[in-house]
């Protein structure tokens, strides 16, 4: 490109910067797609000129952007414009919200984010009662861990779910959910394109230069992902946070592995993601060692048998792909473990250690199953928010599985451990908050789980691009690093560790440890502006203007 026409050096001053090669940066200059210098006020003012535009960052943060390890684009998208029931706190609340959608001449009604667990009935919404509040309307409503929903009784009718497997007077699990799902999302490519863009955006807004996208058949048809990977990205008429996408299908050869590999234009990172070997605690459809505490005849359900777990991954190890699975209960994690021991047996441990398998959610792990995990080098992509959603006195994880729910997203155990942890919200499972998920490891629900702010920052950011096999240059701000990075308006700056003897000292300068934000103030931290690879992928108005 002519000099004339490149874009002018960014100096961003005045400020703060999260940054491994300064600890007391306060300016960085960006050159087109990288950092070109971390730095000092004094040393920044030589670098101001006609040739550089200068940004005043009013003691604004700039940190590396954040990557969402676990995210469903076009269900986030969904999400957004469907009716938002995470506030409802009773079965009325939920009734009255779907009596208002049906008000509005709607002849569909979509909804997400229900929890039963925290409502004074204990029950969900039977098919003749959302019959009534919609008036007639087809309703599908998605519980927050989408592993089921509840629907009303024209919607089953059409699609015969009286016969089908998890059926339940509305409420809807394994085979019946997923038809249920079919038929609430045929959507147009121009639909699917909408709902992405919408969600990727959002994402943006909140300091997120890439999520990692967990496709799979049985959540939506390829066509969903080919479509999601024609707009990600910073290249594009519309700069879009980067796309770093997993097809979860089962294989059970190199042949299998190989052609899904070579599709979608041969960018999947792996054949992993939510691959289920079981469900939700939620739905009580996670596979268990002994029965739920509030229902003593289930112990979930298993997806997968053993024997399709270990042909996956001797197939992907064999290829040296990246697998994993969807796995919450601890059923379901030895299970995925005896396979990830067949395939050891069959391929021998250094390979299976090379393929760098990774495991979702991985919310029952003991001792035991972590020093596994170590041993077959598998990461976990773990969810915070679920702790400080369901982990409270009284919540979810008490109600469904009793004394073991103190036990629950090991996350200090399994960093302790050398296990790769990686962060994301499973949105829409939780939102895409990444603050709110860094400030559920500081106030975990168990005192031996919590983590320090910085460990969750870098699980959150650094570690999901390492996860999913990218270069270890990324998800940091220092000379030569990617131009990727998001701009905070924050109430105040400080290390934040679970041990407050330590935050007493800790915004002392002296400490020598680059600062965030303070996550107990009375205002969140703001985006301002979101850049990857030196492309703005959102600001908001007014800021960094030419």
Request: proline share 5%; glycine share 10%; aromatic share 6%.
């Amino acid at each position: 490109m002519p000099t004339s026409q490149r874009p002018r050096p960014v100096l961003y001053r005045n400020g703060s910067v999260y940054s491994p090669a300064d600890p007391f940066a306060t300016a960085m200059l960006v050159d087109g797609g990288t950092v070109a210098w971390v730095g000092t006020e004094h040393a920044a003012t030589n670098l101001e000129g006609p040739d550089v535009r200068t940004v005043d960052l009013d003691g604004a943060l700039v940190t590396p952007g954040f990557v969402d390890a676990h995210t469903h684009t076009t269900e986030t998208g969904i999400a957004l414009g469907s009716i938002d029931l995470t506030a409802c706190r009773s079965l009325a609340e939920l009734l009255a919200a779907v009596e208002s959608a049906a008000a509005t001449g709607a002849t569909t009604i979509l909804g997400y984010g229900w929890d039963e667990s925290s409502w004074p009935e204990r029950r969900v919404p039977t098919a003749s009662e959302l019959d009534r509040a919609g008036g007639g309307a087809l309703v599908y409503l998605v519980r927050a861990d989408i592993h089921s929903a509840v629907v009303s009784g024209t919607l089953a009718a059409g699609l015969g779910l009286a016969a089908v497997d998890g059926w339940d007077d509305g409420f809807v699990v394994r085979a019946a959910h997923e038809a249920a799902r079919r038929a609430t999302r045929r959507l147009t490519v121009d639909q699917r394109r909408s709902y992405q863009q919408a969600a990727l955006l959002h994402a943006a807004s909140r300091g997120y230069v890439a999520v990692t996208e967990m496709a799979a058949p049985h959540i939506a048809p390829r066509e969903d992902l080919e479509t999601l990977l024609s707009i990600d990205g910073p290249g594009h008429d519309l700069p879009l946070p980067e796309v770093i996408p997993y097809w979860a299908q089962l294989t059970s050869s190199r042949e299998e592995v190989g052609e899904l590999m070579r599709g979608f234009g041969g960018r999947l990172a792996g054949l992993a993601g939510d691959l289920n070997a079981d469900g939700s605690i939620g739905s009580r459809t996670a596979a268990l060692r002994e029965p739920y505490s509030d229902d003593a005849g289930s112990s979930g359900t298993l997806y997968l048998t053993e024997d399709d777990a270990a042909a996956h991954l001797v197939a992907t190890t064999a290829d040296q792909v990246q697998a994993g699975f969807h796995v919450i209960g601890d059923a379901g994690l030895d299970l995925v473990l005896r396979a990830l021991e067949r395939t050891a047996q069959e391929l021998g441990v250094e390979e299976v250690r090379r393929a760098r398998h990774r495991l979702e959610h991985v919310e029952m792990a003991d001792d035991a199953a972590i020093a596994a995990l170590v041993h077959y080098g598998v990461a976990v992509s773990g969810q915070p928010l679920f702790d400080a959603l369901w982990g409270v006195e009284g919540g979810l994880y008490a109600q469904r599985l009793g004394h073991r729910s103190g036990t629950m997203n090991r996350f200090a155990s399994l960093l302790s451990a050398g296990v790769l942890v990686a962060l994301g919200s499973d949105s829409p499972v939780t939102p895409l908050d990444p603050w709110a998920s860094v400030r559920a490891c500081l106030e975990h629900t168990s005192a031996a789980e919590t983590i320090s702010a910085r460990a969750a920052f870098i699980a959150h950011s650094r570690a999901s691009w390492r996860l999913s096999g990218r270069s270890p240059m990324m998800g940091q701000l220092a000379p030569g690093t990617p131009a990727s990075f998001a701009v905070w308006k924050v109430d105040e700056l400080m290390v934040q560790t679970p041990d407050n003897r330590v935050q007493s000292w800790s915004t002392d300068p002296r400490a020598g440890t680059p600062l965030l934000p303070a996550l107990d103030t009375e205002n969140a931290p703001l985006c301002l502006e979101t850049v990857h690879d030196g492309t703005r992928l959102y600001a908001v108005d007014g800021f960094a203007a030419d």
